[in-house]
């Protein structure tokens, strides 16, 4: 039976999936610029490493009731041959295969919202909640059809770190009810965005995940990110490490997750929940690193990593790679390859 890997993600208490082929990349939402004369649903234009991306609201796009934009939503950058679209999602959860049999492409009466027909392919069911698959070509044919040029100026707008910081007094806001706090972590994310061969050869960039812990920013190399998931029904293992937390199903493969904020002396409360996981790969090594929050993906250039500070040197110092900005604090980059592969993370350990 065919089946295919979606992106699975949400918008309100809704889940829609997109195939996960079509996913570029995907980033927290920045500060974007607004088009003039554009439809309801181009929430605006953003410039990410030298091309400038057209960014949908897929809530008015679906003809669903906007919600106020918020810093933890994202943008999930679909390319199709030489065409791309950003499309914006409230929260990004996992990756699900999905065979063939269990879409459903006559779903009439089986919403409990009012979706247009051709912007889906089907609908499926994911631990008995309803997951909209959507129809990618829609996208893109939307964006072909009803996007209007962008001008010289609007282009400017989205163009440089100076004019981005003046954007919001050049040109209406695209978040007009945002906090002082909040521009700054959108203008923040949109100048990370903006890497240019100009000055830097982009190859040369470091694509991070930042990850929160406690009250701390970690960074964790792309490249052995193998997916981000929600933890749940974890089966504790007996006679383990602490570190070990226990089994959980993902997909039908047993991972195994753990937790490193002993190893990293980060101060954790009661309060402290950690429902999310990052995925991580290190040759046949794979575990999930159970996290408070997964705060964004960057891109740094070398000259931005600097040497651990010493006021944060001790046992751990091993497992850092340095430390860079992160919105108006620090993170520490951990070399978690190192971590595993030296036994940082040992599970398998003998009990007397």
Known sequence: ???QSYLIFSLGDARYGVEALLVQELFFLPQLTPVVEAPPAIAGIVRVRGEILSVINLER????KPRPYSITDSVIVLAQGDRRVGILVHQVHEIQTISADQVVTDWAGRSPISIPTATLTGVTQ???QLVFLLNAASLFGYLHASAPPVSSSEQDLSGDAESLSGSDRAHSYFFPEATPEEREIFLHRAKNLLYQTETQDASQLIPLAVIGLGNEYFGIELDI?????????VTPIPCCPAHVVGNMNLRGEILTLVDVRPSLSVVTTAQTTS????VLQVEDIIVGLQVDEVCDVVYLHPSDIKPVPNAVRNSTEDYLKGSAPYQTAMMSILDLAKFLSQGGLVVDEEVA
Not at 225 to 233: G, L, N, P
């Open 126 to 128: 994911i631990n008995d």
């Open 1 to 3: 039976m065919d089946s």
């Open 225 to 233: 990110v193998r997916e981000f998931t929600d933890v749940r029904q």
């Open 275 to 278: 429902d999310q996981a990052v």
């Open 61 to 64: 796009f679906l003809r669903c």
